[in-house]
């Protein structure tokens, strides 16, 4: 009766409400929907959507290379509904589009993959050809090659010359597609085509553009190829905005991103009469191997072809927040349930908010892992950090527990083992650090998996080996500033991670301070 009597029930439940409530505002804030004007509706069909034929788990590198016919014949059917072309970009396994296209009353601009192999180039250039004289009527044109010169696989003369042989051979108008500057690098490639065919990829700029000036910069660079390339038109090939990803310096990609940048686009471009493509019509998550994450997330559509919200309705940034809030939940439950009974004011405080934050880590990091995962090694790595985060939570709790039979046994043997969850921090964070300093590009940023131990550590030091720590305490502080200034100061993301960067290498130190006995 006196331990009941002790008991901080007030503050207890107090804190229990402001942790729940915290847990429910942060995932629903996450995946609360925005609604936005449509862009497509069922009497109104946009232009042209980027196709390629892949389920989620095929890839153009499989071998045998098969592609399903019966998956394009469902795609197409879907597409049909939205669009009134489709463009694609290789001749390989793709016998069946023009038929399909016509079942469907869609039209082509058919594409033909070019490459530094000229026998390769050939095949595709020659299965082209014979394509667009066979399905005239679908076939509205022909294009030779795509981002060959931002490959630097063939010279502007050589890509002309090839140009030009394929129209001397099929009726249709031919163009090229390319990234808008490499039109200018190139210019011996333009007299060879009847249109440009442009690139305009705002997040992927060598300066990125934010949501707030995509659509402009779209705007300016369409008006200065409209005017130097006159009268020839200007056909923006691809065009869009990822939907998952990392930030580069003010471009964050997000559902209710690409649907701000795809409807906004679409409207401007209807406006001013100009002729587009979106890129693209479904999520290729093969593409996540070479890109990372934000690779395999371009689509107007996810990799099972649901509607991700970005031509109309209601978009949600998370659509599967109900989901995480419950295992959030669950774990703060469980954190609860394994601190048990605590005996001060303070204790009852802290202990659900903590609960509460490592619920939401956890989660979060459980998100990303999702979305950025590519490879087995990754999925060990998010494994290994997710039962590094719940080792720590477990401590935690015990920590502020009131310590009495098996906790106090368990609290004792978490206590003398609590270096090793530190050391094993400093070593995960040091690596991350050293990845996204030397090899950021296709990397998100792994803040939410820091974010406990540094807290916790930093207010609850505990004894480490020196040596090795120590370097992992200079590891981490020295990267942030180069990862900064890689990054830029506008990048909100970048920002988070050094700030947790910061405040886990201050919790290093702290424990390095703490004397062996």
Known sequence: M????????????????????????FWYGLGKPVILPDA???????????????????????????????????DLAL??????????????????????????????????????????????VDALIASANTNADVVTAVIVGNEALLRKEVTGSQLAKLILQVKGQVKQPVTYADVWEFWLQYPEVAPAVDFLTIHLLPYWEDDPKG???????????????????????????????????????????????????????????????WHYNLIEAF????????????????GLFDADRQEKGVLAGPVSNLPYWPFWLAVSGLLFAMTLAVAGRVSTTRAALVLPLLAALGACCVGTWGELARITNRFA???????????????????????????DGWRARAFLWFEARAGWWVTATGFAAAVMMLAMVFDPRYRS?????????????????????????????????AGVAPQLFQEGLASQQALGWALVSLLLTAALWRCLRVRHA
């Open 377 to 403: 090694g990754e999925w060990v790595w998010a494994v290994l950090l997710v039962g590094l985060n719940l080792l720590v939570l477990t401590h935690a709790a015990l920590a502020l527990s009131a310590k």
């Open 445 to 477: 940023f792994p803040t939410p998996t820091l974010i406990l131990p540094a807290l916790f550590y930093l207010f609850r030091p505990v004894r480490v080996p020196r040596r090795e720590v120590a370097l992992l305490t200079f590891i981490v502080g």
């Open 211 to 273: 949501i707030d000036d995509a659509l402009e910069h779209v705007a300016q660079i369409r008006q200065i190829f409209g005017s130097r390339f006159a009268p020839k038109d200007i056909v923006i090939g691809e065009t869009g905005w990822p939907s998952e990803g990392r930030q580069r310096e003010t471009a964050v990609p997000s559902r209710a991103n690409e649907a701000r940048f795809i409807r906004g686009f679409v409207a401007m471009a209807e406006q001013n009469g």
């Open 40 to 74: 497509a509706t069922p009497t109104h069909k946009l232009q042209c959507a980027s196709y390629t034929p892949f389920d989620k788990d095929q890839s153009p590198f499989d071998q045998p290379f098969k592609l399903r016919p019966e998956r394009m014949d469902a």
């Open 283 to 298: 999520d290729q998550p093969w593409k996540r191997a070479a890109e990372g994450a934000v690779g395999g997330y371009w």
């Open 79 to 124: 597409l049909a509904t939205r669009f009134q072309c489709i463009r694609t970009y290789s001749m390989t396994g793709l016998e069946a589009i023009p038929a399909l296209a016509r079942k469907h009353g869609l039209k082509l601009m058919l594409g033909a993959w070019v490459n530094a192999n000229p026998v390769d180039t050939a095949k595709e």
């Open 2 to 25: 006196p331990a009941i009597s002790r008991f901080p029930v007030a503050p207890y439940l107090f804190a229990c409400l402001l942790g729940l409530f915290a847990l429910c505002g």
